[in-house]
């Protein structure tokens, strides 16, 4: 487990107060949410904790941005997002409570809120951390994702910033706004959202209809290649795997564009290379086996990789 000595306290004190206030005889959902503090803004979402007031707890709470909320395909995809985060029934996935309206009939819906910290905020002090602790992060992902890839949901948005470690050995695998589900009979379904998107910052976000964050993207991805499978999951916690491991991302660069075409193209360098004696010869190989330009040349599942990261790779595989 990794230790935060700095971790944010939160006064979670249980009292008799709280577990037996009388409960409304009428149960008003319009009124069930108060006390909302802002966590974060997301492109298109607003996050923020708040208090549920029927269960005496502070939840999250996730909307859209007011300049979103009549956007048909954002409802869409949210509403998307809260279903699958409710219909993922893992240890390493958040929970959610609740799905409604707001008294302006916009959608919200709410999940376990977990204060820790990212796997960025992580790896920006990655010196302090023994790479047993890393990897058992990199373990519980991959369990979760072997755990979703069994359901039939492809997260496509893995990266640093969507991995939380919780004070208590919590990890937990967060945002599925751009998960990607198939109709019953296995045809793709027609995604409106992502045909709809037309995002042309030059930043690491996309490009031209492009989801998730450039640098962990695999190739099918980037090429919006119409029959992407889980293997696409595995080529981005292979690069979150390599970036762990050596403290920079299998490709570097600015311009979207450039970097599009090295992860299309290009062999990153060799995590042995990058990341010196420090890293196990296992954990550098199954980095740049994850990191292949063909899907089928990659790990088979996620499962794989925990197990090979379960195995016995440490101290004395060293270069």
């Given amino acids: 487990m990794l230790n935060f000595p700095q971790l944010r306290k939160v006064d979670n004190h249980l009292s008799i107060e709280e577990t037996d206030a009388p409960l409304p005889e009428t149960l008003n ?36 941005r007011t300049k979103y909320q009549q956007d048909p395909i954002e409802n869409k995809r949210l509403l998307r997002e809260a279903r699958i985060s409710a219909m993922l029934q893992h240890p390493n996935t958040i929970p959610a409570h609740e799905i409604g309206r707001d008294n302006r009939g916009n959608i919200y819906f709410t999940m376990k809120l977990v204060h820790g910290y990212t796997l960025r ?19 519980q992902i991959g369990n979760a994702l072997a755990y979703a890839h ?17 004070p208590y050995g919590e990890v937990l695998l967060l945002d599925w706004g751009l998960a990607k589900v198939w109709h019953k009979n ?12 037309n995002d042309n910052e030059a ?7 492009l989801q998730g964050t450039v640098m962990y993207m695999s190739p099918e991805q980037i090429a919006r290649d119409p029959e992407i499978g889980f293997q696409a999951d595995i080529y981005s916690l292979g690069a979150v795997l390599y970036e762990v491991l050596t403290g920079s991302t299998p490709f570097q660069g600015k311009i979207v564009r450039v970097l599009m075409d090295q992860i299309r193209s290009d062999l990153p360098n ?9 890293v196990p010869n296992i954990l550098a190989d199954l980095a740049m086996q994850c ?8 790990p088979t599942c996620a499962a ?13 595989d060293l270069t």
């Avoid at 990655?126 to 058992?136: E, H, N």
């Avoid at 045809?187 to 998107?197: R, T, V």
Wanted: hydrophobic share 35%; net charge neutral; aromatic share 4%.
């Fill in 121 to 139: 905020e992580v790896l920006n002090y990655r010196q302090r951390y023994d790479l047993t602790q890393l990897m058992d992060v990199i373990v």
């Fill in 29 to 64: 959902p319009q009124t069930r949410y108060a006390f909302f503090s802002t966590l974060a803004t997301g492109g298109k979402s607003l996050i923020q904790s708040c208090r549920d007031l029927h269960l005496r707890r502070t939840v999250c709470h996730k909307s859209l």
């Fill in 203 to 209: 930043g690491m976000t996309g490009e031209a209809k």
């Fill in 150 to 166: 069994s359901v039939g949901v492809l997260h496509r948005d893995i990266k640093p910033e969507n991995i939380l470690i919780g």
């Fill in 291 to 298: 990191l292949q330009k063909q899907p089928q040349h990659r």
């Fill in 186 to 197: 296995l045809l793709k379904i027609e995604d409106e959202s992502e045909e709809a998107e």
């Fill in 270 to 278: 060799d995590a042995k290379k990058v990341g010196g004696g420090a």
């Fill in 304 to 316: 794989e990789i925990v197990r090979i990261l379960k195995d016995d790779w440490a101290p004395t």
